[in-house]
């Protein structure tokens, strides 16, 4: 069965730091792509970035990058120069492809991310 | 271009009574999705179509739940009869294609109370 896993609850960083939000996966399958979403006090849920399961670069995306280790089945975002709007709950999401059909994202528990100034 | 539109944005209702939420996805999108997120249980699919056609209901918690797309542009899901455990905040989101490199973007969720 398809997992995802953040074991982060929660993060500190320091203004202007970088800093790095864990994500590992769980899947058979060889086609999925991995994502990452933000969702602010505010509530909604906004997406950040995408990897591809085939995809031979790392995303980048702005301030944010996804270093993808296929082997490891890891998914982590990292977050450069961290500003205070940064502050919120990160969730890491994959999307297995079965076979042609539609796949729904399933999601980690999240990260929430506090940037003190 | 408008994102996924949800709406109500807040309902406040009793116990018993019928709920229904609305979604418009992102115009060309033919896929959508209602997802439901709670502290226990975190973000999780309750239904999807594909071209307005059900493709995965498993998520749908029990037949008090309902969910219709009669056209490309607007979703319905229906609880009746409602209940507290049914708090939550349900969001909506659509994407272009099938498959798993597809975006799905989330519209900004309602909130549900049931008293």
């Known amino acids: 069965a398809q997992k995802i896993t953040q074991t982060q609850p929660g993060m500190f960083v320091q203004e202007k730091e970088a800093v790095t939000l864990d994500c590992t996966y769980d899947?058979?399958?060889?086609?999925?792509?991995l994502f990452w979403y933000k969702q602010p006090s505010s509530g909604e849920m906004i997406f950040l970035i995408y990897?591809?399961?085939?995809?031979?670069q790392n995303a980048t995306e702005g301030r944010y990058s996804l270093n993808f280790q296929k082997a490891r089945k890891s998914a982590n975002l990292v977050i450069s120069a961290s500003q205070l709007g940064d502050s919120a709950m990160y969730f890491c999401?994959?999307?297995?492809?079965?076979?042609?059909?539609?796949?729904?994202?399933?999601f980690g528990k999240g990260t929430k991310l506090s940037v003190k100034p | 271009d408008a994102g996924v539109i949800q709406s109500p944005r807040h309902e406040v209702t009793e116990m018993g009574q019928e709920v229904t939420l609305r979604c418009k996805p992102i115009?060309?999108?033919?896929?959508l999705f209602w997802y439901r997120q709670t502290m226990m249980r975190g973000l999780e699919l309750l239904i999807y179509f594909n071209n307005n056609v059900p493709i995965d209901d498993s998520g749908m918690p029990e037949d008090r739940f309902s969910a219709k797309m009669p056209n490309a542009s607007f979703s319905t899901l229906k609880i009746q009869p409602s209940e507290p455990r049914d708090s939550a905040v349900y969001f909506c989101?659509?994407?272009?294609?099938?498959?798993?490199?597809?975006?799905?973007?989330f519209g900004p969720g309602t909130r549900l109370t049931v008293l």
């Open positions: 990897q591809g399961s085939y995809d031979e």
């Open positions: 899947t058979s399958d060889q086609s999925y792509g």
């Open positions: 989101a659509s994407s272009f294609e099938a498959g798993s490199t597809d975006t799905q973007y």
């Open positions: 115009s060309g999108h033919n896929s």
């Open positions: 999401a994959m999307r297995v492809d079965y076979g042609g059909s539609q796949g729904n994202l399933i």
